[in-house]
């Protein structure tokens, strides 16, 4: 099992950015596909963006052209690159980690991180 621990949340400005990280250890950082998923109050976990181990990526048509998933293998973190953040954007992010390839679905991940809050001021 992998263990996720994330950061870079935090209040910011509609149209501005925030970075998001996601450190991972207890496993082989390759070996696992990565996803970042939010949640607003009262909304179900939904998925934002994915990578492959090879750097393959899947984004929610929403945040395409603004949000940026990238993974540095050799630091064993993943991150998310948030540009032109909206309202909409406000969430808590989950960064979450399966064997194999990436999936939209949240059940189809086993590990998951305690989240960060992002709040996007209008």
């Known amino acids: 099992q992998v263990q996720l621990v994330e950061s870079g949340g935090g209040l910011v400005q509609a149209g501005g950015s925030l970075r998001l990280s996601c450190a991972a250890s207890?496993?082989?950082?390759?070996?696992?596909?990565m996803g970042w998923f939010r949640q607003a109050p009262e909304k179900e976990r939904e998925f934002v963006a994915g990578?492959?181990?090879?750097?393959?990526?899947v984004y929610k048509d929403s945040v395409k052209g603004r949000f940026t998933i990238s993974r540095d293998n050799a630091k064993n973190t993943v991150y998310l690159q948030m540009n032109s953040l909206q309202f909409e954007d406000s969430a808590v992010y989950y960064c979450a980690a399966r064997m194999r390839g990436v999936r939209t679905t949240a059940s189809e991940y086993d590990n998951w991180g305690q989240g960060t809050q992002v709040t996007v001021s209008s």
């Open positions: 990578i492959t181990w090879i750097g393959t990526t």
């Open positions: 207890g496993g082989t950082f390759t070996s696992y596909a």
